[in-house]
């Protein structure tokens, strides 16, 4: 199962308007603040060994927890996949919803319990973070920049995985999917 080029269209639009509600113009995205002009709150928790991170919607407000002990970048791209969560998957009907974001290895051993609705939301949330964190404007301004113009592409991936504060395994992931949408 893999995301339509429409899917990415769309987060893209999304991503665009968030970041220009929050007046956020250039790299590093601060999650902290899209999630504010989301209404949303983001708080630390301690979430055990296996839980990235949670989001709660109650009475239409969204409240974000990430796990404490992890690396901040990794904190972030959590956040921000619970951001992903709330903008495409809170059903409104519902007074009350729970989402629970375990890792990703942990994940994959327990596959079997996920439903392929699930599972797919948990890669659009996935993309939707990506989008968010690296946001295609910014990625194109930065490396029009003269001092990434002589880098390798591994070179500059790692390079513009600092400006973004992102992983390069995140910013690889997605140049790759930028890439296969960016002109579809
Ligand atoms: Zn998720």
Sequence with gaps: MSLTSSFYIKIEQQVSELLREAKITQAPVSVEHIAKTMGAAVVPYELGDE???VLVVEEHKGTIG????????????????????????????KPKELF????????WRYNK???????QHEQEANAFAAALLM??????????????????????????????NVSIQAMTYRFADLNKFAYA
């Design 51 to 53: 839980v990235s991170g």
């Design 113 to 119: 319990i996920y439903s392929p609705k699930e599972f």
């Design 66 to 93: 990430y796990n404490s002990t992890h690396p901040k970048n990794r904190q972030r791209f959590t956040i921000a996949h619970e951001l992903g969560h709330l903008v495409l998957h809170v059903n409104k009907n």
């Design 135 to 164: 946001p295609k404007e910014f990625l194109i301004n930065e490396m029009q920049k003269e001092k990434f113009s002589e880098l390798t592409e591994t070179r500059l991936i790692e390079e513009l995985a600092k400006v973004f």
């Design 100 to 107: 629970v974001d375990k890792d990703f290895i942990v994940k």
